[in-house]
């Protein structure tokens, strides 16, 4: 059974670089045909797909995310990583990792770690 697991800091500063890790265990980030994604719910918004990486290391960004964000993978630790910048309050919320045969995942056909809270002030 796949599992995800989301890590970072809980608090980043305004203008700052957010850095997340994402670690899966009960299956390979390579395994065919598959996507990992993040997503992000800010306080009283819908969900957002930021991006998400495929099985062959391609990477898709969500709209408006494409200028700030970048996606990437550590093949060997079974990890795929956010990096989110010059941040502001704006960007608060909940982040999420989940991997699924969609490009951007959904609750109801893909696997999700359980999310991290990440606030954004000085």
């Known amino acids: 059974q796949v599992q995800l697991q989301e890590s970072g800091p809980g608090l980043v500063k305004p203008s700052q670089t957010l850095s997340l890790t994402c670690t899966v265990s009960?299956?390979?980030?390579?395994?065919?045909?598959?996507?990992w994604g993040w997503i992000r719910q800010p306080p009283g918004k819908e969900l957002q797909w930021m991006g998400s990486i495929d099985s062959g290391g391609s990477i898709y960004y969500g709209p408006g995310f494409k200028s700030r964000t970048s996606i990437s993978r550590d093949t060997s630790n079974n990890q795929f990583h956010l990096r989110l910048s010059a941040v502001t309050p704006e960007d608060t919320g909940i982040y999420y990792c989940?991997?699924?045969?969609?490009?951007?995942?959904?609750?109801?056909?893909?696997?999700w770690g359980q999310g991290i809270q990440v606030t954004v002030s000085s």
């Open positions: 989940a991997g699924d045969i969609s490009l951007e995942p959904s609750r109801g056909s893909g696997t």
């Open positions: 009960g299956g390979s980030i390579t395994a065919n045909s598959y996507f």
